[in-house]
């Protein structure tokens, strides 16, 4: 191998390692084209060196020492596929010490040390790309820092976690349970290691704390982002929501408005001529608002071994071209702008809820009595058929309203004593329409 070749050293040969191995060999004369150099694959760390695998390598080049790969100095790139804080953390910052350029995948890492990590690699003149770790195959970060970087972006609203959008589409499409359908997300190696981080919502809070950070040039940590999973979801609340035109997803809400920022993940209800209602599966969308460009939509594959391969090597292609050009480093802190956020009485949408009442005459003016003393009107109602003894179920769709005053809301319908129990409530998004 010659001065033309680029040596890895890959860390974690796991679902998305796998497919960077076989990116780089399938593709191996289409990126010597664009780098003008080899990229050979130099030392893998994973922690069981006797697994099998699916991508096969000579014994010599599996490695279960990070040592192997910090302390080589062939090695130019650092490509980081393990996953979690620690020890990524540590070896990402010891990359970095030792002058290595560094790709990685890791939204945990990077939603929680990123500025840390950023700012070492600045002081070292190295580059730190990580675009695989928003929405797997969609090239959406580099279209946040370059293709917006005119204009002023106002709100970003996607799907941006592949295993629950799967989870929820299969449920609303043959209604299949909740348990089975992760385990296929997880087969399928679109699950985190801990699949918990997707259902809670944290994974997409992750993906959205970066989203913002860059979409808004402000310093957002992942406390900042409003978090609500997927977990009690149930399949009545998909079908009720589809019965009134609605479809149920797991959405991140980034907005900003007078100077102030609100950042959200939860459920939501998006009607159906929302661009996201009809995001299917595993594929992630994330729609732009800029102030000049107006509204833009992203979509593609979230996650699985190929389609976040595909972000890591393009990382890895545009780390090669700056070394080519001598400029890696350059401008891998940006300064920020002052950071404000929204309180709930400034953060503004619609609302569904669904009611379990008393089955007594008069209960239809109590509720709608208890929502117009927070000035919160209503814009959908509907009245299902009795489903236990002395018990109705009451669905509520609000006109826009504050969270405190939703809030407020809550806390009479909880007191009182007609209502039996909130049964579920979620945000509502509007469509093309509204
Ligand atoms: N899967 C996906 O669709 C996507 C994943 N990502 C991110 O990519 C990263 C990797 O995900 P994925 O490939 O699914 O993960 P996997 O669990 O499939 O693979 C992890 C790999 O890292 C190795 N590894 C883990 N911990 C250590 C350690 N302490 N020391 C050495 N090796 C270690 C494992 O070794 P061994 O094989 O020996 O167990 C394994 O090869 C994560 O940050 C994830 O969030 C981002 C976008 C999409
Ligand atoms: N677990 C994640 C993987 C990609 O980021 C997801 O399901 O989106």
Request: proline letters at 3%; one cysteine or more.
């Amino acid at each position: 191998m010659g001065e033309d070749t680029v040596k890895v050293g890959l860390m974690g040969l796991g679902t998305v390692g796998s497919g960077v191995v076989r990116l780089i060999e399938d593709h191996q004369e289409d990126l010597y084209h664009q780098t003008g150099r080899r990229i050979a694959i130099e030392k893998v760390l994973v922690r069981d060196r006797l697994k099998k695998r699916s991508v096969p390598f000579g014994k010599g080049l599996l490695t279960d020492r990070a040592e192997d790969l910090l302390e080589n100095r062939e090695i130019d790139i650092v490509v980081e596929v393990m996953g979690g804080i620690e020890p990524a953390r540590e070896y990402i910052r010891e990359a970095l010490l030792q002058g290595k350029h560094v790709v990685t995948a890791n939204k945990d890492l990077m939603a929680l040390h990123g500025a840390e990590l950023l700012s070492v690699a600045a002081e070292k003149g190295c580059d730190v790309f990580y675009e695989a770790s928003v929405a797997g195959g969609i090239p959406i970060l580099r279209a946040l820092v370059e293709g917006f970087s005119s204009d002023r972006i106002t709100k970003m609203i996607g799907i941006v976690n592949g295993t629950t959008n799967y989870i929820l589409t299969e449920m609303k499409r043959r209604g299949a349970p909740f348990g089975e359908v992760l385990h296929q997300a997880q087969t399928l190696g679109y699950a985190e290691a801990d699949p918990a981080s997707d259902v809670d919502g944290l994974d997409a809070a992750r993906k959205m704390a970066i989203l913002g950070t860059l979409g808004f040039r402000i310093p957002l940590s992942l406390e900042e982002v409003k978090v609500r999973g997927i977990a009690d979801v149930t399949p009545e609340d998909v079908q009720f929501a589809e019965q009134m035109g609605y479809i149920l997803k797991l959405v991140g809400i980034a907005q900003q408005d007078h100077g102030k920022v609100e950042v959200s993940v939860q459920p939501a209800l998006l009607s159906g001529d929302h661009p996201l209602a009809s995001v299917e599966g595993v594929y992630n969308a994330v729609s732009v608002y800029g102030e000049a460009v107006g509204e833009t939509m992203f979509y593609g594959p979230g996650a699985g071994e190929m389609p976040t391969a595909t972000a890591v090597v393009s990382d890895l292609v545009t780390v090669i071209k700056q070394m080519r050009l001598g400029v890696n480093g350059r401008g891998t802190v940006a300064p920020y702008r002052e950071k404000q956020l929204k309180s709930p009485r400034e953060v503004f949408a619609k609302y569904f809820l669904r009611l379990h009442v008393a089955d007594e005459s008069g209960v239809m003016a109590r509720l709608t009595q208890m929502f117009a003393e927070e000035e919160v009107s209503l814009e959908k109602v509907l009245q299902l058929p009795r489903s236990r003894e002395k018990e109705a179920e009451i669905i509520l769709i609000t006109h826009t309203a504050s969270l405190h005053q939703l809030s407020r809301v809550r806390e009479q319908l909880e007191e009182s004593d007609v209502v039996i129990r909130i049964q579920s409530d979620y945000r509502v998004e509007g469509g093309l329409s509204s």
